[in-house]
C-alpha cells in the first residue's frame, strides 16, 4: 500500500510540475498559420499546421538566418501526410529524411468553403536524428519560416517570392500544463458534422444532446484516447451539446452543425 501511495506522490508531482510552452497562433500569410507547443512533461512538441488545401505548403523551423539554408530543418504537406525533410540550400529541393519522426494526430480539411487544410503532428524533443533540429524547453524563442507552391500541385517546385516567408525570433509564452475536460478543444466548429475532440486528459465517452436537452447519441471512445475522432453527420443543422466524460468528470461543450 505504502509503495501505490508513494507512486501516486511522484505522478502528481510529475503533473503538477509539467508546463507548456507556446508560439500562440502565428499568421504566416492570408493562407498559412503555425502554432508550435513544448510540453516539458511529454518531451513532445506538438506542431499545428494550416496551409491551403490545394498545393505543398512548408515550415522550416530552428535557428538561423533566413530560409532554405542548408541542412535546415522543415516539415512539408504532401497530399498524404506531413514529410520530414531538410535543405539542401536556396533553390535546391529538399531531401526526404529516412525516418519521419512527426507523428501525424490529426488531419482535416477543415474550411472545405475556405480551400485550408489543418494538420496537428507531434515529435520529441530529441529524436536522436542528426538532420532533426532539437527542441529545448528551455529556449525562449524560435524561428520560423514558410513557402507554399504558387499553384495548385503536391509536387515540390519553385515557390515564387511572393509566397514565402521568414519570421525570426518568435517568442514563446510558458504556461502550466492542464489535465481537466473543461480545457478541451474541439475543431473544427461549426463543421458539417465531423471534427475532433482533443483533451489533455483521456476520455472515454461524449454523449450527444439537441440544445434543448433530448438525448440523440452515445459515442463510446475506446483506449482512454485523447484525441477523438467524431462523426454525427446526418443530423439536423443546429446546436448541439456535447457532454465529454471519462471515471473521474464531465465537461459539457456546444457543436454546431451547419
Known amino acids: 500500500m505504502k509503495n501505490k501511495i508513494t507512486l501516486l506522490l511522484v505522478l502528481i508531482a510529475a503533473f503538477a510540475n509539467a508546463q507548456q510552452k507556446s508560439t500562440g497562433l502565428v499568421t504566416l500569410s492570408t493562407n498559412m498559420s503555425a502554432t508550435l507547443l513544448l510540453d516539458s512533461g511529454t518531451s513532445l512538441a506538438t506542431l499545428t499546421l494550416t496551409g491551403p488545401n490545394d498545393r505543398w505548403f512548408a515550415l522550416q ?21 506531413l514529410v520530414d525533410a531538410r535543405h539542401n540550400g536556396v533553390g535546391v529541393t529538399p531531401t526526404n529524411d529516412a525516418t519521419n519522426n512527426w507523428t501525424v494526430t490529426s488531419n482535416l480539411n477543415n474550411t472545405p468553403s475556405a480551400g485550408l487544410r489543418t494538420i496537428v503532428a507531434t515529435r520529441a524533443f530529441n529524436t536522436g536524428d542528426v538532420n532533426d533540429f532539437t527542441f529545448v524547453f528551455a529556449n525562449t524563442s524560435i524561428d520560423l519560416a514558410w513557402a507554399r507552391s504558387g499553384s495548385a ?3 515540390l517546385a519553385n515557390h515564387g517570392g511572393t509566397n ?7 517568442t514563446f509564452t510558458l504556461g502550466t ?26 476520455l472515454t465517452k461524449v454523449n450527444v444532446y439537441t440544445i434543448t436537452g433530448a438525448f440523440v447519441k452515445t459515442i463510446e471512445v475506446e483506449e482512454n484516447s485523447e484525441n477523438v475522432e467524431v462523426n454525427i453527420s446526418g443530423l439536423e443543422s443546429g446546436v448541439y451539446l456535447l457532454e465529454l466524460q471519462n471515471d473521474i468528470e464531465k465537461f459539457w461543450k456546444k457543436v454546431i452543425v451547419n
Open 61 to 81: 523551423f530552428g535557428s538561423f538566418a533566413g530560409g532554405m539554408e542548408s541542412g535546415a530543418d522543415l516539415v512539408y504537406w504532401n497530399n498524404v501526410t
Open 153 to 155: 500541385s503536391y509536387s
Open 164 to 170: 514565402r516567408g521568414v519570421l525570426l525570433d518568435r
Open 177 to 202: 500544463e492542464s489535465f481537466s475536460l473543461k480545457d478541451s478543444q474541439l475543431y473544427p466548429n461549426p463543421n458539417d458534422g465531423d471534427f475532433t475532440i482533443t483533451t489533455k486528459t483521456f
